[in-house]
């Protein structure tokens, strides 16, 4: 992937204003931050800006407000914790309480870079949408990536150029449908690859298993056996811890019976994602093994985070629920990398490039480049 420009390749940001995209958007229950990952992430660029004597602005969305102001989604308990994190920084309200932020208006992004001399985006987690405050202001301020875009692109992209072999990617989540593309771009790449979470129960009637009563995708079960035929080594749980009627829980062998559900992997399954993980030279996980928010279906996610961190490999969380539970489960400090993008870091995975790193190299490139004024990239 071609180089992003960088803090470096700004001009002098000494005295300036500088808008900074962050991805602040964390998980908030009544009023108070569940895990402030994303916002401790931006501190980096915050504080380089500001040792630089730079004055900071940040800008980030927090949940999907839908267009407009909504009390529940407001940035007040970002603010007040970014404010003892970094002080002397501001924070803009939420850029969705806007339309014209999700539609990427023009007059929305002239009145974000209103005052602002520099733009910087580091806002990885959100930088696969083609928002106003992602691919707008490049197109009107000198503008480079922050030191978490970088790493992150790095990290992620880095795994799809050259990573130690052997290559181990474990997969879950409910939907196979939402990860096919990502399942695809990394077959050919990783040696072998693991598949937990409910996702896996589609594979199960690709391979004439019975599911019992789990959550399975029928249109995707075809595409499902293609991957299975395709040469590279697919792991399927062959146990499954389910619940059944009353509440009874179970580790079921093969095949489900009716009115079981499948929740979480069973031992032997771990068992064997774990020998995987022994020598594996670079790991990525994304996607829980089970419903691990219930002790019940925790253990196969637990076991999977715990060899993770043990790998003596080079090791990446992708995001969303799988940074979580490293995070729940304590294992977040022995990763190598815990990426703050959910659906960024996959479709960073799949399609190699997002929309907001397209606009930083493309303000980069443009006649003026980064050291220019106020330009637009045509002018
Ligand atoms: C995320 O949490 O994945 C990012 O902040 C993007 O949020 P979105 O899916 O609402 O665009
Ligand atoms: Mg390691």
Excluded at 276 to 282: E, I, K, Q
Excluded at 322 to 333: E, I, N, P, R
């Amino acid at each position: 992937m071609e180089k992003l420009p960088h803090l470096e390749d700004l001009p002098d940001p000494s005295g300036k204003r500088v808008l900074v995209r962050t991805d602040f958007n964390v998980p908030i229950t009544d009023g108070s931050i569940d895990d402030d990952l994303r916002i401790k992430s931006a501190l980096p660029t915050i504080e380089w800006l500001q040792e630089k004597g730079a004055t900071v602005v940040c800008a980030s969305h927090l949940g999907r407000p839908e267009g407009k102001p909504d009390d529940k989604y407001t940035m007040d308990p970002v603010r007040e914790r970014l404010e003892s994190l970094a002080p002397g920084v501001e924070l803009m309200e939420n850029l969705r309480f806007d339309e014209g932020e999700e539609a990427n208006e023009q007059a929305f992004v002239e009145r974000l870079v209103e005052g602002c001399d520099l733009y910087v985006n580091d806002a990885f987690g959100a930088s696969h949408r083609a928002h106003a405050s992602i691919v707008g202001p490049p197109t009107l301020l000198p503008s480079a990536a922050g030191r978490l875009l970088a790493r992150e692109v790095e990290v992620i992209g880095g795994l799809l150029e050259s990573p130690t072999k052997p290559f181990v990617a474990i997969l879950g989540g409910s939907k196979v449908s939402g990860k096919l593309g990502v399942i695809k771009s990394l077959l050919d790449k990783v040696d072998v690859m693991a598949i937990g979470g409910a996702m896996c129960f589609t594979f199960f009637l690709a391979q004439g298993r019975k599911v019992g009563d789990s959550l399975v995708e029928p249109d995707w079960v075809d595409a499902c056996k293609e991957l299975l035929e395709s040469g590279t080594k697919i792991l399927i749980p062959s146990d499954i811890v389910a619940m059944g009627p009353d509440d009874e829980v179970k580790v079921f062998d093969g095949d489900l019976p009716d009115g079981w559900k499948g929740l979480d992997i069973g031992p032997e399954s771990s068992q064997s994602f774990i020998e995987a993980l022994a020598d594996a030279g670079t790991v990525l996980w994304n996607g829980p093994m089970g419903m691990f928010e219930d002790s019940r279906f925790e253990k196969g996610t637990v076991s999977v985070a715990e060899a993770v961190a043990d790998s003596p490999g080079f090791t990446v969380v992708g995001g969303g629920d799988s940074a979580a539970a490293v995070a729940k489960f304590g294992f977040d400090t022995k990763v190598d990398h815990v990426s703050t993008g959910g659906g960024a870091a996959l479709e960073l995975l799949e399609q190699g490039d997002l929309p907001g790193l397209e606009a930083l190299r493309k303000a980069a490139e443009g006649p003026s480049g980064p050291k220019s004024g106020k330009q637009s990239k045509n002018g």
